[in-house]
C-alpha cells in the first residue's frame, strides 16, 4: 500500500512541478487525438448527416459497416497503416513512418466510423416533422442543413467526444505507427505502458490522473453545454 | 383568375390515396377544408404548400403548372405560402427565432424580422415567451407560436392545418380574427383546415370537403344567416326570409349563422307528425348523385339540401318539380354566433 501511496504523491509532485517531459507527452497525446478528432469531424459529421438523410442503394449496409468499425481494433488499424508506410509499402516512400503524422493517420481512421456512425445515430433520431417543417417555411438545401445540425447538436457533440475520448486513450496506433520516441512521439499511452514495465511507477500514474483528468473534463464540458443549450 | 387548379391529381402514401378530378381555387378567397379524421385534408394541404408532390396529374398555380423536378422553382413557390402543419415541430431554440425562421430564411433584413414577430407576437400574446425554449411550452403555446411562425410571413397564400388545435377557448377568436383580417387586409388567400364544424361556418362559405381522400362539394349547402329571436317562452327562432323561420335550440338572441347537417334532414311525401318542429314544404330543384348517397336540393323559401340513401331516394320517386316536406330537429341546426 505504502508503494502505492508513494507513487501517489510522486505522481501529484510531477504534475505540480509541470515536469517537462511529462509536458511534452501530454502535448503529443492532446496534439494527435486533437487533429485526428478535427479531421474526424470534418469528413465524419457532414458524412454521417448525408447517409441519414439520403436513400441510396447500400445505405443499410454502410450504416452497418460504420458500426462495426467503431470497435475496430487499435492494432488492426495499426498493423493496416503500418503495411501502407513501412519501407516495403506502397507509402513507404513518404517517410511518415514513426512520426506524429502517421498517429494522426491511424487515429483519424480510428475516429472516423465512430463519428459518423453516432451522427448517424443522432440524425436519425431526430423528430421526422422537421423535414416538412423546414420545407414549409422555404428553408433552401443549405439552411435545412444547418437546422438539422442545429436540433441533432447534443448528439454530435456526444460523437465527437465520444472519438476524442477513444483516440485519447487508445495504445496500439500510438505504438505501432508512432513507436514510442521519446521527445517525439511519445504520448501517455505509450510511456503509461513504457514506465510501468520500467518499474517508473510515478511517472505511469502521472500520466493515468491527466488522462482520467482529461476525459473527466471533456465530461464535464460537455454536460454544462447540453445544460446551458437546454 | 385561378390560383390553384388541380386536375385528376393522386398522391399515394404508403396507406392511402388522395384523389382530386377537380380543385379549383380563387385567390383573396377563404376557404374551409372539413372532413372526418384520416380523410386526407392534411395531403391536401400538403400538396397546396408544394411539400408533397402528386403521383399523376397537374397542380396548376397562378396559371403556371408546377414542375416537381426543379428544386429552385418549389422553394420559390414554397416561399409564397404561409403553412402551419398539423401537429407542427417547434426548433430547439427560442419562441422568437422560431418565429423569426421562415423570414430569415428569405433573406429579409434583421430589423424587419424584428418589427415583423414583434407585431405577430403582440396579437397573438405571446410577448412573454420570446426568450422561452420553444420545448418548454405548453401544447397551446406552442400551437400560437407555430401559427405565428407562418403568418409572420405575410405570405399571399395561407394554408392552415387545425390551427386552433389545442388553442385555448379564450385564444381561438382572437386566431380567427387575426386570420381573417389577413384575409380582408392583405387579400391572402386563406386555406384553413378543421374538423370543427362551428369554425368552418365561422371562417368561410367556402368549403372544400374531403371524404375518404376524395374532395366533395357537400359542404356548401345549408349554412344560413339570420336574425335569432327568443320568445317569452324561451322558443327560439331564427327568421331567415319573409315565409321561413328555422326553430333552434340553442344561441344568443342576435345576427347568426345556421349550419344544418343534410344527412339530419328527413324528406317524406306528407308533413311529418314527429317532435322536429321543424317541418317546411318546398319544391325539388336540384337532384346529385354524392358517391353511394343522394343529395335533394328543394327550393322551400330558402334552398336546403338533403342527404339520402339511393333506396330511400327510389322508394320516394323523387324527381325534379315535386313537391316533398324538409323536416329536421330544432337540435340538428348548429348555431354560430
Known sequence: MEYVLDGIKEALRIIATFDREFLQIVSVSLRTAGASTLLATLTGVPFGVLV????FPGRRALIMVLNTLMSLPTV?????????????????????LYSVTAMVVGQFILAFPIVAGLTVSAVQGLDG?????????????????????????????????????????????????????????????????????????????????????????????????????? | MILYDL??????????????EACRIEPGIVYAV?????????????????????????????????????????????????????????????????????????????????????????????VHLAGRSAH???????????????????????????PTANVDQSHIRVVEELILRLNRDRKATVIVATHSLD??????????????????????????????NEDADGLKRVRLDIKTEIRVAEGQPGPVTLAIDPQAVILSDYELMSSALNRLRGTIVKIEEAGGSVRVFGDTGIILCA????????????????????????????VID
Open chain 1, 52 to 55: 441519414a438523410l439520403k436513400t
Open chain 1, 76 to 96: 488492426v488499424i495499426g498493423l493496416l497503416v503500418y503495411s501502407f508506410l513501412s519501407g516495403h509499402g506502397p507509402l513507404g516512400r513518404l517517410g511518415l
Open chain 1, 129 to 230: 416533422r422537421i423535414h416538412p417543417t423546414l420545407a414549409s417555411l422555404g428553408a433552401d438545401s443549405h439552411q435545412s442543413l444547418r437546422m438539422f445540425l442545429n436540433e441533432a447538436r447534443f448528439g454530435l457533440c456526444g460523437a465527437i467526444v465520444a472519438g476524442f475520448g477513444r483516440v485519447f486513450s487508445e495504445i496500439g496506433v500510438s505504438m505501432m505507427l508512432g513507436g514510442n520516441i521519446k521527445g517525439y512521439t511519445r504520448n501517455i499511452t505509450t510511456a503509461m505502458a513504457l514506465e510501468t514495465s520500467k518499474g517508473e511507477f510515478a511517472m505511469g500514474l502521472a500520466l493515468g490522473i491527466i488522462l482520467l483528468a482529461v476525459a473527466l473534463a471533456i465530461n464535464v464540458l460537455f454536460g454544462l453545454l447540453q445544460r446551458k443549450a437546454k
Open chain 2, 7 to 20: 386536375k385528376d391529381t393522386v398522391n399515394v402514401r404508403a396507406d392511402f390515396k388522395l384523389a382530386i
Open chain 2, 34 to 126: 372539413t372532413g372526418p379524421n384520416g380523410s386526407g385534408k392534411s395531403t391536401f394541404l400538403n400538396l397546396l404548400a408544394f411539400i408533397e408532390r402528386p403521383l399523376k396529374g397537374s397542380v396548376v398555380f397562378n396559371g403556371q403548372a408546377v414542375n416537381y423536378g426543379s428544386p429552385n422553382e418549389l422553394l420559390r413557390l414554397r416561399r409564397r405560402t404561409g403553412c402551419l402543419l398539423q401537429n407542427p415541430y417547434l426548433f430547439n431554440m427560442s419562441v422568437y427565432d422560431n418565429i423569426g425562421y421562415g423570414l430569415k430564411a428569405r433573406g429579409i433584413s434583421n430589423s424587419d424580422i424584428r418589427k415583423k414577430v414583434a407585431r405577430i407576437m403582440d396579437e397573438l400574446a405571446l
Open chain 2, 136 to 162: 418548454a411550452l405548453s401544447g397551446g403555446e406552442a400551437q400560437r407560436v407555430a401559427l405565428a411562425r407562418a403568418l409572420v410571413l405575410d405570405a399571399e397564400v395561407l394554408l392552415l392545418d387545425e
Open chain 2, 199 to 228: 369554425q368552418v361556418y365561422r371562417m368561410s362559405r367556402n368549403i372544400i370537403t374531403v371524404m375518404n381522400g376524395r374532395i366533395s362539394d357537400i359542404g356548401y349547402a345549408n349554412v344560413f344567416s339570420g336574425v335569432l
Open chain 2, 307 to 334: 342527404l339520402i340513401t339511393r333506396k330511400s331516394y327510389h322508394d320516394l320517386n323523387l324527381n325534379i318539380g315535386k313537391s316533398v316536406w324538409f323536416t329536421f330537429k330544432a337540435s340538428a341546426v348548429r
